[in-house]
């Protein structure tokens, strides 16, 4: 997979990603997954993939909430420049916060014409109510509970062993004795 994109002719990490399910016309978990493995694994400045993190990941909802790829700026008044981390203790909730505001976010936008959806996107502030403030998206970024895109793999993208009591062979179960 890694020779059908080359990394150091794109701007950005979505523009390859938009490439590589253009290409292959999947959406599944497995192929981002696949493609972010394989930016990790050319090389490490080739790419900026290594400073982010994984602040929100949703799978197993009951209804799809992004049809298809939406980007929008939002213009803010503060400098987010200079955004200290998020507290350890506040992570998680603000972390949850974001994810819900964004499930909610991509909900709304499923069923929309192209020019609605276009008329969303351009003024999006006004629609959305419980958009995230960029100073809380910002924050969340460089903590260290926040994992990165690297960890969040290895853990999300490894395959999960799980030995069953009732799988288990020898040593036999303590329970189980011997009738005389």
């Known amino acids: 997979m890694s020779d059908s994109y080359d990394t150091a002719s794109r701007d950005s990490l979505l523009n390859v990603v938009l490439d590589k399910l253009q290409k292959s016309g999947k959406a599944k978990t497995s192929v981002i997954m696949s493609i972010l493995r394989d930016m990790l694994a050319a090389g490490p400045q080739e790419h900026r993939l290594a400073e982010a993190r994984v602040v929100a990941s ?39 916060e974001l994810n819900a505001s964004m499930r909610k976010l991509g909900g709304s936008l499923t069923d929309l014409t192209e020019s609605e ?42 395959p999960v062993t799980v030995e069953l009591d009732s799988e288990k062979v020898w040593p036999m179960p303590s329970m189980l004795k011997a009738w005389n």
């Open 58 to 96: 949703t799978e197993d909802i009951p209804m799809r909430c992004f049809g298809a790829w939406h980007a929008a700026f939002i213009n803010t008044a503060t400098n987010t420049d200079n955004i200290d981390a998020a507290d350890s203790t506040t992570i998680v909730k603000s972390a949850s």
């Open 117 to 158: 959806l276009k008329r969303r996107l351009a003024a999006m502030d006004q629609y959305c109510e419980d958009l995230p403030a960029p100073e809380l998206l910002m924050s969340l970024v460089p903590a260290e509970d926040a994992p990165t895109v690297e960890e969040f793999l290895d853990i999300f993208d490894a």
